[in-house]
């Protein structure tokens, strides 16, 4: 038994079911005051750590509402397709593994945003959203479901797993442009900004930081195999049929006649002590049969 299934077994019914049922109401919370109030999700529920450290400890937990898009269309798309991510993941995991990942990543956006601040002196986490949360989620999917295929743009067809590959590739140039920034020529840095990587050292520990829930779930825990569809499905097909293997098995046959007990309540069995070998008779049988010699 490793880890998970011992932090399972004990604190394993006090995972929330449907999790992402919840998250996805909390993203509309927070789609609604960013899109009519927008100073006081980042005034009063942001990750700010020198608020919280001054007392505001509930930024803990409010930051998660960011939603993953503030444009309506594409808000409304993120909700269904990050819905139906964590339904997956929660079905093919279990409610409290999933629960463990999530809450896991949500620990680690924290820890980021505090090293953002007290050793790069750089606050980011009044930015913090829920952009690294939600991509920790796809990652996992991926890695579960790698030839499920998306439709990019609606119409492009393209598995899980070269999409995963491509953010993977922009998440590990985050990372590694940041530890290398001084040694990297001006011009290098813009040509990376000009695809969205900021070639700072505190981006990348943000990046490495808020998708260590991925890394640690999936490289520092053993025996995830069996929670691959193909395993899970093997399983479940082979339980249902031990399950319907017992549900049709009888106790009892009459060896001339081959009545069970579901054949009757009132039918009743016995082995003849004077044949070679086990043969039960009901009771019209057992006085009546040839005796096997």
Known sequence: MNLLDKLEKKFGRYAIHNLM???????????????????????????????????????????????????????????????????????????????????????????????????????????????????????AFAAIYPNLQFLLFGIIPIRAKVLAGIYGVYFGLTIVAGFLADFLTPSMQIALLSIGVVAEPAYSLTALLSLGNFLIFFFGMRNMRRYNPKEVYRRRTYAKSVQQGQKNASTHKCAICGRTEKDGDDLVFRFCSKCNGNYEYCQDHLFTHEHVK
């Open 21 to 139: 049922y919840y998250i996805i109401i909390l993203y509309a919370l927070g789609y609604v005051i960013l899109t009519f109030a927008p100073a006081f999700y980042f005034n009063y529920l942001s990750l700010n750590p020198v608020a919280i450290m001054h007392g505001q400890i509930w930024r803990l937990i409010t930051f998660i509402i960011y939603p993953p898009s503030t444009g309506l269309l594409f808000f409304l798309i993120s909700m269904y397709l990050y819905y139906s991510l964590g339904k997956a993941l929660e079905a093919n995991w279990g409610a409290f593994r999933f629960n463990l990942y999530y809450f896991m990543g949500v620990l680690l956006h924290i820890v980021a945003a505090f090293v953002c601040q007290y050793i790069f002196g750089v606050n980011y986490g009044v930015y913090f959203g829920t952009y690294y949360l939600n991509n920790s989620l796809f990652f």
